[in-house]
């Protein structure tokens, strides 16, 4: 949300949910009716082709932001007591629990003297670390997941503002553009990475585990609402500069952690959508990083500049899930959204019920707040719309617990495979794929033309992600697809997305999926994506590359 307002700074009424006391309770989540992610706290959410997973299972959730959780307390002194209020963060999270929030959106960011995370370039705040240590961990005992958010686009709490000034430059509207621009402000580059590596390999004063182990963590933001705005014409329209800055701290995050989902926390304007204007940040070009695990929108209705219709609305958001599954294959996230001046109650019933029918993956409410900060989009314990918010999440929590398919041990497998290799349990098959196959086509896989491949490395060391495109370049319609190859040295798949693998050694066998994707028409095209593990220096572009027994070229 643009330019959210900053909350106040009195303290506020206590609960004492004691955190020690919970936690000597191992799995206990105080007031929680169980969901699908709270039987599996110890897993790590995953992408599934165009849906969340957990587990091994689809996942869906209803969720909300909270804008001021990481500054509930005094913030001095050098105790827990005379810094945070732990009995406040707990009352939240079983208030969030009661009204069946699953996931939580929430700052990780501030500059500010007061509860601020790094106040200067370099230097970061161990108290209020702590306090964050805090705050995973009762979400961990309430049964929450959470998304972080690394830093702010706007000057709330001091944004990118901050770290332009640490390199001797103004911030504010257009001006703050230059923090995504390397020639401009490399130190914003390193600022930001230092940031973000120090919070990712922090250790959990309170659970011993480090962030990017923690499961407890969704998945995280890497800014709230970046633009790379009126710089100039294309760029407002392209992204090309902003694609380059999520390309580049994206495969910075994955480089160190490779357990968590990572999204942009993109608004989603565009002319296009006939929501806001081209602001240098495309909801397709940036979101179709490799790096990026999910998309993700901010509809605001109801503003001023934006003046939509409830049908409207609807519209936009099924929109937006169609691009995001469709065209960018990718979950959405509606990661904030809300309305003022109208029937709120009214307008989410008819909000969720279309979101859920149209597929839409999760989304999370602007915002949960526990007094009265906000009285423009606030909404607090009690408040009337939550009764239809948790309906919403009862129905999100039906639809969850759908087991992805995995491939069959002897399926996938070429002729040299051993029996027992087994595909990856999150795999699964997803409808984007660009093929344009005819449904009635018949040519027998036996009867495969030529073929061409393009292979995409993003190499961080340990890991790896990989991008395949397979050309049909023959005059015959492929009907039933194996791509084969093999690594140049101990790399291992650990998940593919629209595709199914089998691995027997260095080879792989990337076979299409159950019931989508089947079939690649003249000139077509299909699309997979993996993630690897590999030993640093040892990874490459596979040689060969096989079509059915029929070597491609490569391009």
């Avoid at 380059?244 to 968590?260: C, L, P, Q, T, Y």
């Avoid at 469709?326 to 509606?334: A, D, H, T």
């Avoid at 497998?413 to 984007?432: E, R």
Wanted: proline share 5%; hydrophobic share 35%.
């Amino acid at each position: 949300m643009h330019h959210k307002n900053q909350p106040a700074t009195s303290r506020y009424w206590p609960l004492a949910i004691l955190l020690a006391a919970v936690l000597a309770v191992s799995g206990l989540a105080v007031g929680r009716t169980p969901a699908v992610a709270a039987g599996s706290a110890g897993a790590f959410a995953t992408r599934c082709g165009i849906h969340f997973c957990l587990d091994g299972k689809e996942y869906y959730f209803a969720g909300a932001n909270t804008y001021d959780m990481f500054n509930y307390g005094p913030g001095s002194g050098t105790t827990d007591a005379e810094y945070m209020d732990k009995a406040r963060i707990d009352a939240h999270f079983a208030n969030l629990a009661a009204d069946k929030v699953d996931v939580v959106r929430l700052w990780m960011f501030s500059h500010d003297d007061w509860h601020g995370f790094e106040k200067t370039k370099g230097v970061y705040n161990e108290r209020e670390f702590a306090e964050f240590d805090y705050i995973i961990a009762s979400a961990k005992v309430h049964g929450l997941k959470l998304v972080p958010v690394f830093e702010n686009y706007w000057e709330a709490y001091g944004g990118i503002d901050s770290r332009l000034q640490w390199e001797g430059l103004s911030g504010g509207q257009p001006g703050r553009a230059a923090f995504f621009d390397k020639t401009r402000c490399a130190g914003c580059f390193t600022s930001y990475q230092n940031y973000v590596g120090y919070a990712l390999n922090r250790t959990n004063t309170y659970t011993g585990v480090k962030y990017k182990d923690d499961p407890t963590i969704f998945a995280w933001d890497l800014m709230n609402e970046p633009r790379y705005e009126n710089q100039s014409a294309a760029e407002n329209v392209d992204g090309t500069t902003l694609r380059a800055w999520v390309d580049e701290m994206g495969a910075f995050v994955k480089g160190i952690d490779s357990n968590h989902l990572l999204g942009a926390g993109l608004e989603g304007h565009g002319t296009g959508y006939g929501f806001g204007g081209d602001e240098g940040n495309p909801f397709v070009h940036v979101q179709q990083s490799p790096y990026l695990d999910y998309t993700s929108a901010h509809p605001y209705p109801t503003e001023d500049w934006a003046h939509l219709t409830l049908d409207q609305t609807k519209a936009l958001v099924r929109a937006w899930i169609s691009d995001s599954h469709n065209v960018v294959g990718k979950p959405f996230f509606m990661g904030e959204f809300n309305i003022h001046n109208v029937d709120r109650s009214a307008w989410w019933s008819a909000l969720y019920a279309d979101f859920e029918a149209a597929g839409g993956d999760g989304s999370a409410f602007w915002w949960y707040e526990d007094h009265n900060v906000d009285g423009k989009f606030g909404v607090q314990a009690g408040a009337p719309e939550l009764s239809v918010f948790r309906a919403h999440s009862d129905r999100m929590r039906a639809k969850s617990g759908v087991v992805v398919p995995t491939a069959s041990p002897t399926a996938t497998a070429s002729p040299t495979a051993s029996p027992t290799v087994t595909a990856s349990p999150t795999v699964t098959a997803s409808p984007t794929a660009t093929a344009t196959a005819s449904p009635t086509a018949t040519a027998t896989a036996t009867a495969t033309g030529a073929c061409a491949v393009h292979y995409v490395l993003s190499d961080w060391g340990s890991t790896f992600n990989g991008d395949v495109t397979v050309r049909n370049t023959g005059g015959t319609t492929v009907d039933g697809w194996q791509l084969v190859f093999a690594f140049p040295g101990n790399q291992s798949v650990t998940q593919m997305w629209n595709a199914r693998p089998t691995q027997n050694g260095k080879q792989v066998t990337a076979t299409n999926p159950s019931g989508y994707n089947t079939t690649i028409a003249p000139g077509a095209t299909v699309n997979f994506g993996f993630s690897a593990t590999s030993v640093a220096g040892t990874n490459g572009a596979p040689q060969a590359f096989t079509l059915n027994g029929r070597t491609c070229t490569t391009y």
